[in-house]
């Protein structure tokens, strides 16, 4: 079954404001999460991972953030662009079973 | 990341007829597929799961007759929806994965209208 799911099923932010995108898990023994990313018409596209051992990572424009105290993440996109719409979706890799997925936070880009 | 490609991107086709859909793995082996399918503004959803060189492992609720799954080579898998019907107009999604990669990844999915 999930053992991720999304806070927020959308979410409307201002070009160039930041956005951020929560998810929480309920499997203290995670390890590992992915975000992805969902554009209409195609399908996910990977965007950042994070590993516990961290409780940060960036990349391009986004940052994952990661508390484990509290079973949380947040994908952190910077300056949101329209290109940035979309709906974002955050995965826990479960071994060799396959990833399932929540709703998704579907983000919208105000120009 | 690992590249994946679906053929064909959209199919339209009649009620009755077959459609096969293929998903290729460009460089990286990929020992196990899953297919999905995603309905107008839901999430995904897991149709099969199948390990190369094995008979498909399907998901409550899907027709395993109806949606033949090949995975007969590490790089190749294809969906044959048979019999097609206006209900299994989806989008069909592909996701290999290696042996050695924790992470899935993802083809660009093909729209399937049966009109």
């Known amino acids: 079954g999930e053992n991720v799911g999304l806070h927020l099923p959308t979410l409307s932010v201002q070009e160039g404001d930041n956005s951020i995108i929560n998810c929480a898990y309920s499997?203290?023994?995670?390890?590992?999460f992915i975000w992805y990313k969902q554009e209409s018409g195609k399908g996910p596209q990977f965007i950042i991972d994070?590993?516990?051992?961290?409780d940060k990572r960036q990349g391009q424009r986004v940052t994952v953030l990661l508390n484990k105290t509290v079973k949380h993440l947040s994908l952190q996109i910077a300056a949101t662009q329209p290109g940035d719409s979309a709906v974002y979706f955050c995965?826990?890799?479960?071994?060799?079973?396959?990833?399932?997925f929540g709703k998704g936070t579907r983000l919208s880009v105000i120009a | 990341g690992a590249v994946v490609s679906q053929h064909p991107s959209r199919v339209i086709c009649k009620s009755g007829t077959s459609v096969k859909i293929e998903c290729r793995s460009l460089?990286?082996?990929?020992?196990?597929m899953f297919w999905y399918r995603q309905f107008p503004k839901q999430s995904l959803m897991l149709m099969a799961t199948?390990?190369?060189?094995?008979?498909?492992?399907?998901e409550q609720g899907v027709e395993k007759d109806k949606f033949l799954i090949n995975h007969a080579s590490l790089t190749l898998s294809t969906l044959t929806v048979t019999s097609a019907h206006p209900e299994d107009s989806s989008f069909y999604i592909c996701?290999?994965?290696?042996?050695?990669?924790?992470?899935?990844?993802f083809g660009p999915g093909t729209r399937l209208t049966v009109l």
């Open positions: 995965a826990e890799p479960p071994g060799n079973t396959p990833l399932v």
């Open positions: 460089d990286f082996q990929a020992t196990t």
């Open positions: 199948s390990n190369e060189g094995s008979k498909a492992t399907y």
């Open positions: 994070i590993r516990s051992n961290m």
């Open positions: 996701s290999p994965r290696g042996s050695h990669l924790d992470t899935q990844y």
């Open positions: 499997n203290s023994a995670s390890d590992y």
